[in-house]
T-cell receptor, first 111, second 118 residues
Framework: DAKTTQPPSMDCAEGRAANLPCNHS???????VYWYRQIHSQGPQYIIH???NNETNEMASLIITEDRKSSTLILPHATLRDTAVYYC????????????FGKGTMLLVSP | DADVTQTPRNRITKTGKRIMLECSQT?????MYWYRQDPGLGLRLIYY???????NKGEISDGYSVSRQAQAKFSLSLESAIPNQTALYFC?????????????????FGPGTRLTVL
């Protein structure tokens, strides 16, 4: 899987949008961008994934730049329960590929 | 995710002991994975299995072995535990889904097993 770069930590006020950046400048044309999060020592949880178009689901939105070298995960109205480590992962969208986790971004949502 | 269970949840053992961590799933998925996580680091893949007859080494398989007893069960063994295997261990499962955005396999993780080797 291609490497990703994320800031080690970010802060966000409760109720505000949390925008988590990810750089993946060496992403290949057949690689997707995935986001997972891990709430303190629990198992990671899938959030969203995309190829080149922006994606939205009930949890978050994913904005991918036109050159696909970076992306942003947006939590539109962050709550205290969104405090977690967020992992940006790029991988080939094959049923036989695996996930490679980096260190992620620790998002702290404060009252 | 309650559909993926791991036993035990916590284990303290001594160097040289044989340890087995077990994972069971009720999601009906073919694919199962074992990861370890060290403090401050992301998860690293130990072994994975795409079906009952398939076993593959991951990034850090040395010192570990696995057994896929059935579609729903995937066990991780430490034949002779050592202190640097002290970590949080996660099991995960996935299926392969084909949608308009291609084939992807969302992974569902168990609650983790905290293993301490003294």
């Amino acid at each position: 899987d291609a490497k990703t770069t994320q800031p080690p930590s970010m802060d966000c006020a409760e109720g505000r949008a949390a925008n988590l950046p990810c750089n993946h400048s060496t992403i290949s044309g057949n690689e997707y961008v995935y986001w997972y999060r891990q709430i303190h020592s629990q198992g990671p949880q899938y959030i969203i994934h995309g190829l080149k178009n922006n994606e939205t689901n009930e949890m978050a939105s994913l904005i991918i730049t036109e050159d696909r070298k970076s992306s942003t995960l947006i939590l539109p109205h962050a709550t205290l329960r969104d405090t977690a480590v967020y992992y940006c992962i790029v991988r080939v969208n094959s049923g036989y590929s695996t996930l490679t986790f980096g260190k992620g971004t620790m998002l702290l949502v404060s009252p | 995710d309650a559909d993926v269970t791991q036993t035990p949840r916590n284990r303290i053992t001594k160097t040289g002991k044989r340890i087995m961590l077990e994972c069971s799933q009720t999601k009906g998925h073919d694919r199962m994975y074992w990861y370890r996580q060290d403090p401050g680091l992301g998860l690293r893949l130990i072994y994975y299995s795409f079906d009952v007859k398939d076993i593959n080494k991951g990034e850090i398989s040395d010192g570990y072995s696995v057994s896929r007893q059935a579609q729903a069960k995937f066990s991780l063994s430490l034949e002779s535990a050592i202190p640097n295997q002290t970590a949080l261990y996660f099991c995960a499962t996935s299926d392969s889904l084909t949608t308009g955005t291609g084939t992807y396999n969302e992974q569902f993780f168990g609650p983790g097993t905290r293993l301490t080797v003294l």
